[in-house]
């Protein structure tokens, strides 16, 4: 059965809510008739109107705070590109036949944001209900029930009114500086990452910070060109999450990138990252894995500071652990000697696979049991390229999105 077109602007004109519609400017674009009526304004007086010069504050009534937290409302949806429920609002509305003049009005408001193709906010749909009405017919029912309870009733509403707007007004603020932290994080994060490296061709990179944290994690990857033909790559694993976690990565990251620059050789790297975890509070038992791979000798090798191994997936989609090279993780004070190393022989247009435990680890399972995951997953890519491998892994294994663990994940086309 053929499906028949929907006509959206004639179902949006006739949508029995009040819909208004502004650009991220704050300029109203088009108004549905159900907020034309509730408003008893015209569309030609609206559209092309800055939304708070159409509606503008209440002189008369300072303590309302409808247009600021209406304002609000709008910029977080499009900081934050999600839909923005407000509590009840009191918000006058001109009077149009008797300039000057305001009418009291209180709305149900709701915010939700129009992404384009590029990820960014190119409209809001600010829909309300007017529950004016509502709002007058109980007040008009007060006095039935005796002056001195009426007068009770409208004490406390008056201060759980105020109440009400001091908290929101607290939220706001909440809100703001949750999402300052969150852009200094995320900042932050991006440069404890950098690899002049990267991007590379033929190396693919996925880094997902745990869900509901602040976008900042303990994970950390690198990638980087050694003296002669090859290069380098590492992941390692910080415990915790945050901006704690985060810096501790940050110090450890460079100082094992700037020990594989006076060693060519990742056990060594690592020997020498372990004297300095000892000295970092909070850098013990974090776990890494280094790996030198060399394209002139089709040679990887490796060493493994308590990290998950990498795997080597053959163009058949057999999957080789390069488990040989194991110890303890960082500063754990179990470390004795010289950390080991393996070396693993690959041929052209295999993959290698670098990850942390947030990739594979659930709760209440055996790790065993999400590394033998991963490899059934990984044995449908045999052949693939990097960026196609990690997709695939990342969707295979359910985490697009995230998981409750931080995640790095790094393919490279051998």
Same mark, same amino acid.
């Given at each position: 059965?053929?499906?028949?077109?929907?006509?959206?602007?004639?179902?949006?004109?006739?949508?029995?809510?009040?819909?208004? *519609?502004?650009?991220?400017?704050?300029?109203?674009?088009?108004?549905?008739?159900?907020?034309?009526?509730?408003?008893? !304004?015209?569309?030609?007086?609206?559209?092309?109107?800055?939304?708070?010069?159409?509606?503008?504050?209440?002189?008369?009534?300072?303590?309302?705070?409808? *247009?600021?937290?209406?304002?609000?409302?709008?910029?977080?949806?499009?900081?934050?590109?999600?839909?923005?429920?407000?509590?009840?609002?009191?918000?006058?509305?001109?009077?149009?036949?008797?300039?000057?003049?305001?009418?009291?009005?209180?709305?149900?408001?709701?915010?939700?944001?129009?992404?384009?193709?590029?990820?960014?906010?190119?409209?809001?749909?600010?829909?309300?209900?007017?529950?004016?009405?509502?709002?007058?017919? !109980?007040?008009?029912?007060?006095?039935?029930? @005796?002056?001195?309870?009426?007068?009770?009733?409208?004490?406390?509403?008056?201060?759980?009114?105020?109440?009400?707007?001091? /908290?929101?007004?607290?939220?706001?603020?909440?809100?703001?500086?949750?999402? !300052?932290?969150? !852009?200094?994080?995320?900042?932050?994060?991006?440069?404890?990452?950098?690899?002049?490296?990267?991007?590379?061709?033929?190396?693919?990179?996925?880094?997902?910070?745990?869900?509901?944290?602040?976008?900042?994690? @303990?994970?950390?990857?690198?990638?980087?060109?050694?003296?002669?033909?090859?290069?380098?790559?590492?992941?390692?694993?910080?415990?915790?999450? @945050?901006?704690?976690?985060?810096?501790?990565?940050?110090? %450890?990251?460079?100082?094992?990138?700037?020990?594989?620059?006076?060693?060519?050789?990742?056990?060594?790297?690592?020997?020498?990252?372990?004297?300095?975890? @000892?000295?970092?509070?909070?850098?013990?038992?974090?776990?890494?894995?280094?790996?030198?791979?060399?394209?002139?000798?089709?040679?990887?090798?490796?060493?493994?500071?308590?990290?998950?191994?990498?795997?080597?997936?053959?163009?058949?989609?057999?999957?080789?652990?390069?488990?040989?090279?194991?110890?303890?993780?960082?500063?754990?004070? /179990?470390?004795?000697?010289?950390?080991?190393?393996?070396?693993?022989?690959?041929?052209?247009?295999?993959?290698?696979?670098?990850?942390?435990?947030? %990739?594979?680890?659930?709760?209440?399972?055996?790790?065993?049991?999400?590394?033998?995951?991963?490899?059934?997953?990984?044995?449908?890519?045999?052949?693939?390229?990097?960026?196609?491998?990690?997709?695939?892994? /990342?969707?295979?294994?359910?985490?697009?999105?995230?998981?409750?663990?931080?995640?790095? %994940?790094?393919?490279?086309?051998?």
């Amino acid at each position: 059965m053929e499906r028949s077109e929907i006509d959206y602007e004639a179902l949006f004109a006739a949508t029995p809510s009040p819909y208004l *519609v502004v650009d991220p400017g704050l300029y109203i674009v088009d108004a549905n008739r159900a907020y034309l009526r509730a408003t008893g !304004r015209t569309r030609d007086d609206l559209v092309g109107q800055y939304v708070f010069d159409a509606f503008p504050p209440n002189p008369d009534d300072p303590w309302s705070h409808g *247009v600021v937290n209406l304002a609000a409302s709008l910029h977080r949806v499009l900081e934050l590109r999600r839909v923005d429920t407000m509590a009840l609002q009191k918000y006058d509305i001109p009077v149009v036949s008797r300039p000057g003049e305001f009418e009291e009005r209180w709305w149900s408001p709701i915010n939700t944001p129009v992404i384009g193709p590029d990820g960014s906010v190119v409209h809001i749909i600010h829909r309300v209900e007017d529950v004016t009405a509502f709002i007058k017919e !109980r007040d008009r029912h007060l006095p039935s029930a @005796g002056e001195a309870t009426a007068e009770r009733f409208r004490t406390a509403e008056s201060e759980l009114y105020a109440r009400a707007q001091e /908290l929101q007004k607290a939220n706001e603020e909440l809100r703001r500086a949750h999402a !300052r932290e969150s !852009r200094v994080a995320l900042t932050l994060q991006e440069a404890m990452l950098y690899s002049p490296g990267l991007p590379r061709p033929g190396v693919a990179v996925r880094y997902l910070p745990a869900v509901g944290t602040l976008n900042v994690c @303990g994970d950390w990857y690198d990638v980087a060109d050694v003296p002669g033909d090859g290069f380098t790559a590492a992941v390692g694993d910080v415990v915790g999450h @945050g901006l704690e976690a985060a810096g501790i990565m940050g110090m %450890l990251r460079s100082a094992l990138s700037a020990a594989m620059r006076a060693t060519d050789r990742p056990a060594r790297a690592l020997q020498i990252l372990d004297l300095y975890a @000892g000295s970092v509070e909070g850098a013990q038992c974090a776990t890494a894995v280094k790996v030198r791979v060399d394209p002139q000798e089709r040679l990887i090798t490796y060493s493994s500071a308590g990290h998950l191994p990498p795997v080597l997936l053959h163009r058949d989609g057999a999957c080789e652990l390069l488990d040989r090279a194991t110890d303890p993780p960082l500063a754990a004070g /179990l470390q004795t000697g010289p950390r080991p190393e393996a070396h693993a022989s690959y041929t052209t247009g295999e993959s290698l696979v670098l990850f942390t435990d947030g %990739l594979v680890e659930r709760r209440g399972e055996d790790i065993d049991r999400g590394i033998a995951r991963l490899t059934q997953v990984l044995a449908s890519c045999g052949g693939l390229d990097a960026e196609q491998v990690a997709d695939d892994v /990342l969707a295979g294994l359910g985490v697009s999105e995230g998981a409750a663990d931080d995640i790095a %994940l790094v393919v490279i086309d051998l």
